[in-house]
Nanobody, 119 residues
Framework: QVQLVESGGGLVQAGGSLRLSCAAS????????MNWFRQAPGKEREFVAA????????YYSDSVKGRFTISRDYAKNTVYLQMNSLKPEDTAVYYC????????????WGKGTLVTVSS
């Protein structure tokens, strides 16, 4: 059974940092892209960042470029999203997803972790 389990969300003040984790299990993700999406209250889900499980390329939305960093740890089968210089508009539920593409239809989804940034 494939599982993506996010953790690391919480409440942080504007300008602060958080690191989200996505623990992946149940299959090999070689050839997949690991994506982070987010959904703010009353808004549609949006792409945040992605990285190939076996490659070095990274992809970011314009809204987070320069502030967020996606990375992965092979030994722990975990993908991270380091979020710095957080803004109130970053408040959302953050989802980890795996798919054969970046920012498209995903094959697997986690249940999400809530990030709240106070002003």
């Amino acid at each position: 059974q494939v599982q993506l389990v996010e953790s690391g969300g919480g409440l942080v003040q504007a300008g602060g940092s958080l690191r989200l984790s996505c623990a992946a299990s149940g299959r090999t993700f070689y050839g997949y892209f690991m994506n982070w999406f987010r959904q703010a209250p009353g808004k549609e889900r949006e792409f945040v960042a992605a990285k190939g499980w076996s490659g070095s390329s990274t992809y970011y939305s314009d809204s987070v470029k320069g502030r967020f960093t996606i990375s992965r740890d092979y030994a722990k089968n975990t993908v991270y999203l380091q979020m710095n210089s957080l803004k109130p508009e970053d408040t959302a539920v953050y989802y980890c997803a795996a798919g054969l593409v970046v920012h498209g239809n995903m094959t697997y989804w986690g249940k999400g972790t809530l990030v709240t940034v106070s002003s």
